[in-house]
């Protein structure tokens, strides 16, 4: 565990440990939650898709493309829970393939109009 005080912002980083140094991460998705399971009750959404939900959130600079580093403030969110799980979701892609995953950025699913 790691502890933080309300309102106070938590800094991640996340690496991939492979001797390829052609790889980048993508940081896909990541939730908080008051539990540990994949569960939708109490979540709070900070990136989903690729598209930063959190205004608290920030990205910041890496000179490596197998590292992302980050900040939020999900804290501000779920106050009455004592702890916090973070469950994020990785892409692995290959560096300069501006057609895969990782060069994508955020995509917004559309909801498609039902008919009658």
């Known amino acids: 565990p790691y502890y933080v005080s309300i309102n106070q912002d ?12 052609l790889l980048k991460l993508f940081l896909h998705t990541c939730v908080a939650s008051p539990t540990g399971h994949n569960s939708t009750t109490g979540v709070h959404t900070i990136v ?3 598209c ?5 959130y920030a ?3 890496s000179p490596r493309r197998d590292t992302l ?6 804290f501000q969110s779920i106050r009455s829970s ?3 799980y ?7 892609c290959r560096a300069f393939d501006y057609s895969s995953r990782c060069y994508q ?10 008919s009658s």
Request: charged content about 30%; proline content about 6%.
């Open 48 to 50: 989903k898709d690729g």
């Open 86 to 92: 973070l469950q994020c979701e990785l892409v692995v």
């Open 69 to 74: 580093r980050f900040k939020f403030n999900v």
């Open 10 to 21: 938590l800094f991640l980083e996340a690496s991939l440990h492979s001797s390829d140094p």
């Open 105 to 114: 950025g955020c995509i917004n699913r559309s909801k498609r109009e039902t």
């Open 52 to 56: 930063v939900k959190d205004p608290t």
């Open 82 to 84: 004592p702890a916090v």
């Open 59 to 61: 990205e910041f600079y």
